[in-house]
């Protein structure tokens, strides 16, 4: 299995632009999770879905933040409008039970 | 929210030492994880933790789950330059797939 994908892998935009971040599991796995790392915060889980339902958004900072899964082999993260303070590292999880493995990330910066 | 503290925060060490470094809680867990993160990409899972009391090894990695249900450690014997990264400990909290994360131990080996 390739494991979990992420695109892109560096975002650098504009404050006030629009960003989609995007991320494909691991085939099979029914959880995926979208987390935020940073130096002052560490990693924080933004929200996740099982089966493709949202669960817990409860970790999204803002309105400007929204996610959606359409189907079990995709999912986004969109930020819009982007700020500064959004510049961080975005990990997409996916798994099974417990054990959840980790995309390489999306640096994002805004400047 | 919940708190794992991590310690120590960072370590200096040579190859060829040994390495322990622990995670605590104030609140009971049924399942303690460990990863590894190495510079710019994503978390890997090292070791899974099920019940209180258990040993478990990876290798050079073995962790344990605390008898209390309230901490873990992780020893790394024989550090190799490769070792190099930052290791979180993570524990599921509600449902089975939440993880809530340690704030990290940077580890640094030198030659």
Redesign the interface.
């Known amino acids: 299995d390739a494991g979990v994908i992420q695109s892109p892998r560096h975002e650098v935009t504009e404050m006030g632009q629009e960003v989609t971040l995007r991320c494909k599991p691991i085939s099979g796995h029914d959880y995926l999770f979208w987390y935020r790392q940073t130096m002052m915060r560490g990693l924080e889980l933004l929200i996740y879905f099982n089966n493709n339902v949202p669960i817990d958004d409860s970790g999204m900072p803002e309105d400007r933040f929204s996610a959606k899964m359409p189907n079990a082999s995709f999912s986004t993260l969109k930020i819009q409008p982007s700020e500064p303070r959004d510049s961080a590292v975005y990990f997409c999880a996916s798994s099974l039970v417990g054990e959840q493995y980790f995309g390489p990330g999306t640096r994002l910066t805004v400047t | 929210g919940q708190q794992l503290n991590q310690s120590p925060q960072s370590m200096f060490i040579q190859e060829g030492e040994d390495v322990s470094m622990n995670c605590t809680s104030s609140s009971i867990f049924n399942?303690w994880?460990w990863?590894k993160q190495d510079p710019?990409?994503?978390?890997?899972?090292l070791i899974?933790l099920?019940k209180a009391g258990e040993l478990t090894s990876n290798g050079r990695l073995t962790a344990q789950f605390g008898i209390t249900r309230k901490d873990s450690f992780l020893n790394i014997s024989a550090s190799i330059p490769s070792d190099v990264g930052i290791y979180?400990c993570a524990v599921?909290t509600?449902?089975?797939?939440?993880?809530?994360?340690g704030?990290?131990t940077r580890l640094q080996v030198t030659l």
């Open positions: 399942t994880l990863y710019g990409e994503g978390p890997v899972l899974a099920y979180f599921t509600g449902t089975a797939s939440k993880l809530t994360f704030t990290g």
